[in-house]
């Protein structure tokens, strides 16, 4: 699919949190005649009030990027978070209006493990209470009696890059690590020394939890993972660490697990409202003294920093200059050698959808995509959504891509059936669609309904159409055409030319298909034998002219489109 790739010299980038200076440089230098804005601090009004002049967004956990927000973004291409969570991006709003998410899934991992630690050894030897009270000039040697780490079990809740970087240091500590992970194999566990079990068992069995899972919300979300029956579970005396995300604990049943001595404390980087300002029940779980809080510090290394900073800022530069990047967070992850493979198949099947609409303008029901050839082979969703671009642009307001176009062809009412075979057809490579609309079957019987079936290939890296409905065909989908069917009879072409000639529109290229029945069963010509005229123009044909080929006899169904 061609995307639409912002000019340079329109390109505004704003950035309304404060990220490492290396990421600003890298998009000022990358992207020298764009403007690059630095806004921290703006209200949801100021920011709905400016996003429409911007082409991407860089924002970290404050900045909340609201339905609101996006749908004012008309030139939103893409926006970027700095960090892992997108927790305050809508993604499914940036989803419905075609701006891809990004986020750095790698860039900050070892420095949450590593504060993920920090905080579980400062639980166990009371550091912050004891450095508390070291400096109000006290020596209260027996009041923080710590635990050893070495041979406690340590059970990590997700084990996904973050929670194994934290069960292998923890492994370094000497203690046993056990996990709940729904979507991690007990072999790929136990190849990491790490025993998988459930919810309830890791609970019970754990001397420190620990939390490294995304917060998603719904029946089956995260949203509230650990709450009142669940701190229940947990074996007296235990220690609760969270490091991942704010709303994975029920904060008021935590402090009251921790009021009633079930729990011996919990460390906490992250919460439901950050800044916590005004909210008394956060106040009151952060000034609990079995309570170590930190300012979500679990990113807040130079080195994490400059690492999430850098990963986004390159990413917002690859789609800027119409590429694809490579941690999208609402698009499926294909290969840059992929991608160069179907790019001149992505331009052939959204000009086919493009044609197909203006040939024949009438609402869509089911689309068979049939691929045929090696082509057959790939990872084919871009092609599926080119298609969905050619159908919905030219006749909606619509923005599509390959973010959007699922969503919007469901909306439309769009059903699309793929059938592949690497065995080829009449070409190497050839991609097939084949319409069922919400007016009359497709066939020869109507002048006005005719194409149901459009068939294409790739030549020298360039599309062809090589069907149109019930008519073999050559032509590049490109510029001003002509379309007009012809009783198969002598003198035909000799009547275009000449009105085509009269009103001063010169002829780039001609194809004459016959129809595909005649031509797989070349017997005797039958008198209603008809063939299919393309002719592409270097300019379009005026009103009279197109009558006039319409009145000529024995040529009928005359249509202009533009690709």
């Known amino acids: 699919m061609a995307e639409d790739v912002t000019h340079p010299e329109n390109i505004k980038v704003l950035i309304t949190d404060r990220i490492a200076r290396e990421g600003v440089t890298f998009l000022r230098e990358q992207l020298p005649e764009a403007q690059v804005d630095e806004r921290p601090g703006l209200s949801p009004e100021q920011l709905k009030a400016i996003i429409g002049e911007y082409s991407a967004l860089v924002v970290r956990s404050e900045t909340q990027v609201t339905d609101e927000v996006l749908s004012a973004g008309t030139r939103l291409k893409i926006v970027g978070r700095a960090g892992v969570g997108v927790d305050n991006i809508d993604t499914n709003s940036a989803t419905r209006h075609g701006i891809i998410v990004v986020n750095s899934p790698t860039g900050n991992i070892m420095a949450a493990a590593e504060h993920t630690i920090a905080m579980l050894m400062a639980l166990a030897r009371h550091v912050p209470a004891a450095d508390a009270s070291m400096k109000a000039n006290k020596w209260e040697k027996s009041r923080f009696l710590g635990i050893e780490v070495r041979n406690k079990t340590l059970g990590v809740i997700g084990l996904g890059k973050v929670g194994m970087a934290v069960a292998r240091r923890a492994q370094g500590l000497e203690m046993n690590i056990i996990a709940f992970d729904p979507f991690v194999s007990p072999e790929q566990a136990r190849k990491s020394n790490v025993t998988l079990m ?80 005004d909210n008394a029940l956060l106040q009151r779980l952060v000034a609990h003294e079995q309570i170590i809080a930190t300012p979500h510090l679990g990113a807040s290394t130079e080195e994490a920093q400059v690492g999430v900073a850098t990963d986004v800022a390159e990413q917002i530069v690859s789609v800027l200059r119409g590429g694809f990047p490579r941690a999208a967070v609402n698009a499926p992850l294909i290969l840059p050698e992929t991608l160069k493979v179907l790019q001149p198949y992505m331009t052939l099947i959204e000009k086919m959808g493009r044609l197909y609409t203006q040939l024949q303008p009438e609402p869509l029901r089911k689309i068979e995509l049939t ?60 991609v097939t669609l084949r319409v069922v609309s919400d007016g009359r079957a497709g066939g020869e019987s109507h002048p006005e309904n005719f194409v149901n079936v459009l068939s294409g290939t790739v030549m020298h890296d360039e599309p062809r159409i090589v069907q149109v409905g019930p008519y073999w065909t050559e032509f590049a989908p490109e510029g001003p055409i002509l379309f007009c069917r012809n009783i198969d009879q002598p003198g035909m072409i000799g009547i275009v030319g000449t009105v085509l000639g009269k009103a001063s529109v010169n002829i780039r290229h001609m194809d004459v298909g016959p129809s595909v029945r005649r031509a797989r069963a070349y017997d005797a010509k039958r008198p209603t034998d008809s063939a299919l005229m393309v002719i592409l123009v270097d300019n379009p044909i005026p009103e009279w002219a197109l009558d006039e080929i319409s009145q000529a006899g024995n040529i009928f169904g005359v249509k202009m489109v533009n690709l």
Not at 213 to 221: A, D, H, K, Q, R
Not at 229 to 250: H, T, W, Y
Not at 371 to 391: F, N, T, W
Request: charge should be negative.
């Open 198 to 277: 459930s919810l309830e068992e890791v609970l019970r069995q754990a001397d420190f939890v620990t939390l490294h899972t995304s917060l998603t919300s719904g029946p089956s979300g995260t949203r509230g993972l650990i709450g009142e029956a669940e701190l229940r579970m947990m074996k007296p005396g235990s220690r609760l660490i969270n490091c991942a995300r704010g709303g994975l604990i029920d904060e008021e049943a935590l402090l009251r697990a921790l009021d009633e001595k079930h729990l011996a404390g919990a460390a906490l980087d992250v919460f439901s409202q950050e800044p916590i300002r």
């Open 371 to 430: 691929y045929s050839g090696e082509i057959a082979s790939y990872d084919l969703r871009p092609l599926q959504a080119a298609l969905v671009k050619g159908l919905l642009e030219s006749v909606s307001e619509a923005h599509v891509n390959m973010i959007n176009a699922q969503v919007l062809a469901k909306e439309w009412g769009i059903e699309i059936v793929e059938q592949k075979s690497t065995t080829p057809a009449e070409f190497a490579n050839q």
